[in-house]
């Protein structure tokens, strides 16, 4: 009889993109995207959405905030067009085009965001402009979509890998200045709690997919 070890291949099937991204210009972006959003804080009380206490603008943030955020706004949809395909597009031509929605965050100490969806999105995003001084506090945290499900028969059961690494119902990004996190829309997320000295600053996004005109019109 062999007492050679079997050959396992582990397929890791249907994966959920979340996506990093450094921007060149953020030593220059992040202090102007401060600027123009504190700014309109003073000007506006903001809205009440997923956030608990801190405040919330509205979502027409391409149009206050000028050059800063149109800049943000397009590194952004670049970064989402490069893991995006129309897989039933004509000769590579995609049948859909992206628009963007934006806003702002901006949470003292002990502010969060609860668990939510961004429902008629393909992609989201969260870009940091401000950690609020806390590097160990304040995670964006996103949850296995297929939580509970996951659990239900054995709630302490987790699949482990070959390398021992066990699998995790919640994954955790910790905020810091100039970081880009695109992750798709309906992946149910949070905000957690900092403790940190300052406020903390963020910037959400909502990527639409929107029919494109037919080639030639306009």
């Not at 391409?62 to 050059?67: F, R």
């Not at 004509?90 to 969806?117: D, F, K, L, T």
């Not at 994954?171 to 798709?184: A, H, Y």
Request: aromatic share 8%; net charge negative.
């Amino acid at each position: 009889m062999s007492t050679s070890e079997p050959q396992i291949t582990v397929n890791r099937l249907f994966c959920t993109p979340l996506i990093e991204v450094r921007l060149p210009q953020a030593e220059t972006l992040v202090p102007a995207l401060r600027e123009v959003i504190m700014a309109q804080r003073a000007r506006s009380p903001g809205v009440r959405r997923s956030n608990i206490h801190g405040w919330h603008s509205d979502i027409e943030m391409l149009h206050w905030g000028g050059e800063p955020a149109m800049t943000l706004a397009r590194e952004t949809m670049q970064a989402c067009g490069r893991f995006t395909s129309d897989i039933n597009g004509a000769q590579g031509q995609s049948r859909y085009e992206m628009g963007i929605e934006m806003w702002a965050n901006v949470s003292p100490a002990g502010a969060s965001n609860q668990m939510h969806a961004h429902p008629g999105s393909f992609w989201s995003a969260s870009f940091y402009v401000d950690d609020g001084g806390d590097q160990e506090e304040g995670a964006f945290v996103a949850q296995d979509p297929r939580f509970p499900m996951i659990r239900m028969v054995a709630p302490d059961l987790v699949f482990q890998d070959e390398n021992g690494e066990k699998q995790l119902s919640q994954f955790r990004v910790r905020p810091e200045p100039g970081k880009l996190v695109i992750f798709p829309s309906w992946l149910m997320h949070a905000v957690r709690p900092h403790k940190g000295p300052r406020e903390r600053i963020s910037i959400a996004m909502n990527i639409l997919a929107l029919p494109a005109p037919p080639p030639g019109a306009g």
